[in-house]
T-cell receptor, first 115, second 112 residues
Framework: AQSVTQLGSHVSVSEGALVLLRCNYS??????LFWYVQYPNQGLQLLLK??????LVKGINGFEAEFKKSETSFHLTKPSAHMSDAAEYFC?????????????FGKGTRLSVIA | DAGVIQSPRHEVTEMGQEVTLRCKPI?????LFWYRQTMMRGLELLIY????????DSGMPEDRFSAKMPNASFSTLKIQPSEPRDSAVYFC??????????FGEGSRLTVL
């Protein structure tokens, strides 16, 4: 069964500092991987997705993620944190080769940005 | 374009009462998902539909929960009878492209 593990339920960074949110996946077949963001009192929004094309994926709001098969990782990064980045971030995996299966989400990582 | 619309946004009810949550997906999307979010369990998939047909309801906690999608523009999630442990935020999401989900703002349910 496919799954994702997000390391760290809470990450705190200073404004302007590097953001690194970790995600490791488990899948028996090549996965499709996603990062979603949830702002307070809102639903989740898609940040970026990896679907076996380029291993470095760029998303919205300056975020990017790199797929590393050897490490089974899909970490999310942003060079310089902004106060508006404070939110909860979810990594998700889908095994689309098996057909129309829904996403499996990680537990989420809450990002705090300190002024 | 309007996004996924959920109602009610907030619902407070007493144990034993029936609760109906509603969802209008984005027009043209052919998949619809119901998720539940709690602090303890995170985001859980309850059920999903493809082309209005329920595909997998293995995430529905028990027989008290039921979901329907009578047409492409409307779905309901019903809890009868409700219990305090059902308190959570319930999200509806729709999708056209696999993996690209559009979420509603959620329905926050409190069962006293």
């Amino acid at each position: 069964a496919q799954s994702v593990t997000q390391l760290g339920s809470h990450v705190s960074v200073s404004e302007g500092a590097l953001v690194l949110l970790r995600c490791n996946y488990s899948s028996s077949v090549p996965p499709y991987l996603f990062w979603y963001v949830q702002y307070p009192n809102q639903g989740l929004q898609l940040l970026l997705k990896y679907t076996s094309a380029a291993t470095l994926v760029k998303g919205i709001n300056g975020f990017e993620a790199e797929f590393k098969k050897s490490e089974t990782s899909f970490h999310l990064t942003k060079p310089s944190a902004h106060m508006s980045d404070a939110a909860e971030y979810f990594c998700a995996v889908s095994d689309l080769l098996l057909g129309n299966t829904p996403l499996v989400f990680g537990k989420g990582t809450r990002l705090s940005v300190i002024a | 374009d309007a996004g996924v619309i959920q109602s009610p946004r907030h619902e407070v009810t007493e144990m034993g009462q029936e609760v109906t949550l509603r969802c209008k997906p984005i027009s043209g999307h052919n998949s619809l998902f119901w998720y539940r979010q709690t602090m303890m369990r995170g985001l859980e998939l309850l059920i999903y539909f493809n082309n209005n047909v329920p595909i997998d309801d293995s995430g529905m906690p028990e027989d008290r929960f039921s979901a329907k999608m009578p047409n492409a523009s409307f779905s309901t999630l019903k809890i009868q009878p409700s219990e305090p442990r059902d308190s959570a935020v319930y999200f509806c999401a729709s999708s056209l492209i696999l993996g690209e989900l559009f979420f509603g703002e959620g329905s926050r349910l409190t069962v006293l």
